[in-house]
């Protein structure tokens, strides 16, 4: 099957094989042709170039793109989209003052999803979470990272990773999964958290390795959860699996989780709200991404990762949304790129990047995600006619997307 599209008012991310991430200075560049025609076959994108020099092609169908930009569908490299239930009650109640933190002490946060995904059934889990999966690929998400981590008992960690087994087996999208089974101690762990890290690493983890249910390690690297030294010995014990680590730092203190992180060459370092001069200068140098997750500083009404620092200090920045019960109940990419314009001070250009290559590059898909590049896969988002791509971060609440193409289908 052979799709061509015409007079695509401009074509972007436009990108020559084995670019893997964009770093400082590099993420203000957004190569792009325009008036451009594209052609894909099968998933994957063939051929592209300027109209003025289109050659005589053969198509199966042609979409005319008139005034309309074609970009590479959305990289989310960090999300929890596997849960069950919600938590719009805790909602309420930070309305009326409590706190994330308050919340959590009293026993609700992270141990409420958990409560609740362990009485919830594998089908029904598969359910809910499907419907998120399909929202999310509408909204032009063409590649996703899920992890486990409202289980926390070994039956429901393995449940949540079976079920992000089956949503790759059953949705033709790539999806990275990640085991989180270190995300908070459980109530009956509360006065012997060494406890639980034993059960993790010694019990769960042998487990996910043997049924291959996790290509990352990940851990909520905060103060009240788990300590630096768990976080060693964690990813120490992750990489004897051939598990790199994508992991939870900095969110609220920073007390070297990503020094720890870039000592066990983690693929990425996520959060990122509290950031020390001594941080950024700890990530130079290394293959470690950054992430930010401005959804997340949005909902919480938390300090936005200081994006301005991190990329004028020559460092890539990725984007993703977190999607998650408690913290971010949204998986809108288009609203993380927004809020990462607008309360972060990113130029489009920049916050495009970080949602699509170097969110590609925190998943390890950027030889095949992430870009408009001959043979990758077809994965893009059609906008409706807009003035610019400008437009799509600035008209913030505005649906600018016309259809969405994964794997060279496009989505109903
Ligand atoms: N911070 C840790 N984990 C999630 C939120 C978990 C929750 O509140 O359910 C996050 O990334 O924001
Ligand atoms: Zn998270």
């Known amino acids: 099957m052979r799709s061509l599209f015409t007079n695509i008012k401009e074509l972007l991310q436009v990108r020559e094989p084995g670019i893997k991430k964009v770093s400082g200075k590099e993420m203000k560049q957004l190569p792009s042709i325009r008036n451009a025609w594209l052609l894909i076959e099968d998933d994957k994108i063939a051929d592209f170039g300027k109209m003025d020099a289109v050659p005589e092609i053969a198509a199966d169908e042609t979409i005319d793109a008139s005034g309309k930009i074609i ?34 002490n009293r026993g609700g946060g992270i141990l409420n999803s958990a409560k609740t995904l362990q009485e919830t059934s594998e089908e029904e889990v598969y359910k809910q979470s499907a419907k998120r999966l399909e929202e999310v690929m509408s909204l032009g998400t063409g590649a996703v990272e899920i992890k486990s981590g409202y289980g ?4 429901a960690e393995l449940k949540m990773l079976r079920v992000i087994r089956k949503l790759r087996e059953n949705y033709d999208i790539s999806i990275k999964p990640t085991f989180l089974g270190a995300h908070a101690i459980p109530k009956e762990y509360k006065e012997k958290p060494q406890e639980y890290m034993d059960l993790v690493i010694n019990e769960i983890l042998p487990k996910v390795a043997e049924e291959k249910l996790a290509d990352y390690i990940d851990i909520f690297c905060e103060k009240g959860y788990f300590s630096i030294e768990d976080t060693h010995r964690l990813l120490s014990a992750a990489a ?4 790199k680590p994508k992991i939870h730092v900095n969110q609220f203190n920073a007390f070297g989780g990503i020094q720890a992180g870039v000592e066990h060459n983690a693929l990425s370092v996520d959060h990122l709200e509290v950031l020390n001069p001594e941080d950024i ?12 997750l401005p959804s997340c500083s949005l909902f919480l009404s938390i ?28 998986g809108n990419m288009n609203l993380v790129v927004s809020l990462a314009c607008i309360k972060m001070k990113m130029n489009p250009e920049e916050a495009i990047n970080a949602a699509t290559i170097n969110g590609a590059y925190a998943m390890e898909l950027s030889e095949t995600h992430g870009s408009i590049t001959k043979g990758k896969q077809a994965n893009l988002i059609l906008t409706k006619e807009i003035p610019s ?24």
Request: include cysteine; hydrophobic fraction near 35%; proline fraction near 8%.
């Open 389 to 412: 791509y400008t437009f799509l971060p600035y008209a913030f609440g505005t649906n600018s997307i016309e259809s969405v193409f994964i794997n060279g289908k496009k989505l109903d």
């Open 152 to 155: 926390l008992t070994e039956e």
């Open 303 to 330: 300090p936005y990762t200081p994006a301005r620092d991190l990329i004028d200090a020559g460092l890539p920045l990725a984007l993703a949304t977190d999607f998650n019960p408690g913290s971010t109940p949204s």
């Open 240 to 243: 004897e699996y051939g598990m």
């Open 71 to 104: 970009l590479p569908a959305w990289c989310d490299s960090h999300t929890h989209i596997v849960y069950a239930g919600n938590r719009e009650l805790e909602f309420a109640d930070r309305i009326n003052g409590m706190s994330y933190e308050e919340i959590a």
């Open 281 to 292: 200068e700890s990530l130079k140098g290394t293959e470690t991404m950054p992430v930010a």
